[in-house]
Antibody, heavy 122, light 107 residues
Framework: EMQLVESGGGLTQPGRSLRLSCTGS????????IYWVRQTPGKGLEWVGV??????????EYGASVMGRSSLSRDDSKNTAFLQVNSLRTEDTAVYYC?????????????WGQGTLVTVSS | DTQMTQSPSTLSASVGDSVSITCRAS??????LAWYQQKPGKAPKLLIY???ILESGVPSRFSGSGSGTEFTLTISSLQPDDFATYFC?????????FGQGTKVEFK
């Protein structure tokens, strides 16, 4: 069974940095792109970024709300992906999900993690 | 970015009812649309992808239709477990966007 587990969330202060981890099991982690999505009651579900599989170049893309202050990386030997967000703002407060995804023809494969809550407050 | 407009935001229904939720995209997303169900404190659960393909293990009372810019999720004969929030999501581009959500509640 595909599983993803996020970790690294918690309470932090504005201006600080946070690094979230996403560890997969039960599937070939390196074959999947890893997306990050965050959710707040006010703004709903928001795409944060994606790191493609190394077979697809391992390239990254970022959403407007975190561009320029975030970094995505992955260590397929450890079945783990990372999201670092710097210069945190109160509006970064959200539940952060990682999502493993790949398209095999028309079939959408993958899974969501259970989410990790990040609270940015002074 | 492709904007996704979902309606209604809330839907009141009873067990056994058939209900439909609509999602409109601001540009042509072909059939690259997914529907999710979410319950409080849980991650979204994939129900349908490519607009109409039922995810494995999802009951057949869920169905999806549409292409281009207009899409519909239909739940025929609502069951108690179906009272939840539903989201559409486009994956035509890597920069996913989501609908605002539809809460299906007891009438």
């Amino acid at each position: 069974e595909m599983q993803l587990v996020e970790s690294g969330g918690g309470l932090t202060q504005p201006g600080r940095s946070l690094r979230l981890s996403c560890t997969g099991s039960g599937f070939t982690f390196g074959a999947f792109a890893i997306y990050w999505v965050r959710q707040t009651p006010g703004k709903g579900l928001e795409w944060v970024g994606v790191i493609r599989s190394n077979a697809n170049g391992g390239t990254t893309e970022y959403g407007a709300s975190v561009m320029g202050r975030s970094s995505l990386s992955r260590d397929d030997s450890k079945n783990t992906a990372f999201l670092q967000v710097n210069s945190l703002r109160t509006e970064d407060t959200a539940v952060y999900y990682c999502v493993a995804r790949r398209l095999s023809g028309s079939k959408l494969e993958g899974s969501w993690g259970q989410g990790t809550l990040v609270t940015v407050s002074s | 970015d492709t904007q996704m407009t979902q309606s209604p935001s809330t839907l009141s229904a009873s067990v056994g009812d058939s209900v439909s939720i609509t999602c409109r995209a601001s540009q042509n997303i072909h059939s690259w649309l997914a529907w999710y169900q979410q319950k409080p404190g849980k991650a979204p659960k994939l129900l349908i992808y490519k607009a109409s393909i039922l995810e494995s293990g999802v009951p057949s009372r869920f169905s999806g239709s549409g292409s281009g810019t207009e899409f519909t999720l239909t739940i025929s004969s609502l069951q108690p477990d179906d009272f939840a929030t539903y989201f559409c999501q486009q994956y035509n581009t890597y920069s996913w966007t989501f609908g605002q959500g539809t809460k299906v509640e007891f009438k």
